[in-house]
């Protein structure tokens, strides 16, 4: 592979699957001289709102001044979307140079997760960023970005998913995203289960950190006029808002704001004024993100059941319409079943499609399931496909939203600005 594209290069290391295992990453990173300790930064794993939990920190401390990085994945259209510094992508020149530079250190092979992490790393260290926020990819304990000495670790929330490589049971995989709770280290999380949280204490336990939960030592009040109050660890901030859509995003900014208190003890303060700034100005692509109105046109990745809930609440709370046409595709490993369960009766039409992706489950097998659920259903394979479908099927009163994968949204965004309707 030495005389690929840089590109072609990056694209064909996805053959190498998933590799749970701390040991290429770590000595691909000595190779490099270990750029992801020359910088602060934020760890934050769970199973959903990882990305915006991430976003929200970064708008908030770019707001401030500080210099911060944002690591996040997966891509919805463009590879440097991972890849930001002070809310700004990475250019393609500077990429292209990365690539070349990290291949040429690299000793043994690595997956693609692994190498755009050192990507990610080594630009940090390049654009002297003060902090950067980080983005666990699967799991946590043997996660790629898991080499770091965060000053706060996040947990979101954990339900079953990636059971094949993270565990069974519920109490297994809180023990997999448990594993980015450093010794002695802070920890944050909004989890509720019991089992989890069991298994969250035991880890802080032995590791002598400080476990903080929600609704415990740190909490959201809602007011009537769409705004909130935070009631911290340490500080409070009343008439809050958040640019983001969804009751689930103002959770996640609790996490966030904790993650602020946290800096602030070890000397990062942050004013209040521009954590309101920050929260004015934060965008997060790809969850609850409208494209079109009239007819509207939304896109969520909600990928696993406790996404889903979550959508269907937000489409019922957040948004005014007809009728709903849900263009549905999913990853083979997903419980496609519990989801329809969820958004399935919610839907008057639903489009089953497919995201070109190789671990993507063929809509022809959600069928007779669906069928079920909802007696409206069509299958189109190609994504940019169903797009075209719903936007016929749909007048200016209805409402479209595309979700089941962040691979489906990319799609659905790259698509959408070529599509007649």
Known sequence: MANLHPFEYLSRLQSKGINLDLGPITRLLQHLGNPQLRYKTILIGGSNGKGSVAAIISSILHAAGVNVGLYTSPHLIDFKERIRVNNQIIKEEEL????????????????YFEFATALAFLYFYKRHVDIAVLEVGMGGRL???????????????????????LGR????????????????GVCLTSARQNKVLDVLEDISRRKRSRLYKAERDFRIKMSKDGSFSYYGILKKYRN?????????????????????????????????????????NVRWEGRLEILNNLPGLVVDGAH?????SVLCRSLISCFTYRQLILIFGILD???????????????????LTRPEVKRARPPETLLPFTRKLNYNVDVIENSEKALVRAFTLADKHDLICAAGSLYLVGEIKKAFPDVSF
């Not at 958040?242 to 602030?264: F, M, R, Y």
């Not at 696993?304 to 889903?308: G, S």
């Open 96 to 111: 292209l140079a990365l690539i070349d530079h990290v291949r040429g250190m690299s000793k043994e092979d690595v997956t």
């Open 143 to 165: 996660d790629a970005t898991n080499v770091v000495y965060p000053e706060v670790s996040i947990i979101t929330n954990i339900c079953i998913e990636h059971q094949k490589y």
């Open 169 to 184: 049971d519920l109490s297994a995989i809180a023990r997999e995203k448990g594993g980015i709770i450093k010794e002695g």
């Open 240 to 280: 809050l808002t958040v640019s983001l859509i969804g009751k689930h995003q103002i959770e996640n900014t609790a996490l966030a704001l904790g993650a602020i208190e946290i800096l602030g003890t070890k000397g990062l303060d942050i004013k209040e004024k521009f954590i309101a700034k920050g929260l004015g």
């Open 304 to 308: 696993n059941p406790a996404a889903a």
């Open 333 to 351: 490993d997903k419980d496609y079943k519990k989801m329809l369960r969820i958004l399935g009766p919610l839907a008057d039409r639903i489009i």
